[in-house]
C-alpha cells in the first residue's frame, strides 16, 4: 500500500487534488490516500463549495490555519503538518500548485525523510516578487519527484540542473477537473439567475497582490474594465482580498454604476458553467488562462507576465499587462474576432491524475 497525504490549502488546489484522489481510490488496492486540508482558505465560497462540487470527501484532517501573514501563515501550517506526518508517517505527501501551503507541506515532509511529489512542476514566471514564484522554486527544488503540465515545464526544470530521474510530463490535471465537470455543470443555472446568454458577456476575476493591492493599478484596471463593458457587460465573482481592496480605495460605487456586475466568489460548477458561455474572460488567474485555452474562449491575462506560456503558444491567452489602454485595445482586438485557432496542448486530455498515479507507483521508471 502506497500511503498519501493529498495537500489542499488554497481554492485553486482543490480541482487539481480531486482527480487524483478519485484515482487513486479507484486503485485502492495499490493507494491509500489521505486528504489534508491545511485551511489556508476557509470561507464557504473559497473551500466547501468546491469539496462538494467536486464530489471530494471532508478533509480526513483539517489544520485550520486561517488567514496571516505569509511567515505566519506558513510557519503555522508546518507546525501543525509536522506531528501529522510522524502519526501517519506516509510514503508520498503529494503537493499541488504554488501557493503557500505547497511549500509549507514540502518543507516538513523532505526534513523528516518522506518523499514529496509535486503536481505543477517546472511553471516560472520569472517574476520574484510574486509570492507563489519563490513557493515553485523551492518547492521544485526539494521535491523527489517533480510532475509537469507541459513540455516548457521540463526543459525550466533540465535548465535548472534538475536530474532527469526526478522529472514525469503528465499533463495538466486541472483539466482533467474541467473535462469531468463539464457536462455536469450545464444543470447549474447561473447564467439565468444572473440574466446574461451564452456569447453575450465577459468575466472577469482578479486577485494578485500586485494587481489589487495597489491603488493606482487597481484603479486603472477598473477603469478599463469599465470602458468595456459599455460594450459587453462583465460579470465579476470577487475575491475577499479584492472585495476588501475596492472598499479601502472607494471604488465600488463608481462599479456600481456601470455594467460591470460583482457578485461573490462562486462554486466550481457555477464558475465552470459562467465562464463556459462567455464571449471573453480577463483575469489575473492562473488556472483561469489554461481553462479558457482548452476551451478555446479568448483569455486576456491582466499581467506583465505568465508561468503558464504554453497558453499563449498555443492556446487562446494573450498576455496584455495592467495598461488601461492596452487592455481597452487587446479587448477591442479580441471583440473583432482578430484571433487565432486555439489549440489544446498536449496531455491535457483528461488522464493526467493516472499518470500521477503511474508515476507515484513507479517512481524510478519512465526514463
Ligand atoms: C492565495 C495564493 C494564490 C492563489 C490564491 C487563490 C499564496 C501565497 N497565495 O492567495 O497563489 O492564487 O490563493 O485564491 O498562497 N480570505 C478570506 N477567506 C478565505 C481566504 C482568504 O476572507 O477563505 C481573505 C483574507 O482576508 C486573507 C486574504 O483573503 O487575508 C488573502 O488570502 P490568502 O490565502 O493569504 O491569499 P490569497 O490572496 O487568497
Redesign the pocket.
Known sequence: MIKTLLIAG???NFMKVAPIYAEMKRRGDKFAPMIVHTG????AA??DAFFSDLGMPEPDINLGVG?AS?AQ?TAKIMTLFEPIVEAEKPDWVVVVG????TIACALVAVKMGVKVAHVEAGLRSGDRSM??EI?RILTDSISDLLLTPSPDADDTLRREGVAESKIRFVGNVMIDSLLDHLKVSERSNIRETLGVVAGEYAVTTL?R?SNVDDRATLEGIIGALIEISNQLPIIFPV???TR?KLADFGLEDRIAESNVRLIEPLGYLDFLRLYSGAKLVLTD??GLQEETTVLGIPCLTLRENTERPITIEMGSNVLVGVDPKKILSEADASLDGREREPQIPPLWDGKTAGRICDALENPLHGH
Do not use: I, K
Open positions: 488554497a481554492r485553486p489556508q482558505h476557509y470561507d473559497m473551500s488567514s505569509h501563515q504554488d501557493v503557500n501551503s509570492p507563489e513557493n486577485h497582490p475575491h475577499p482580498r476588501q488567474s492562473g
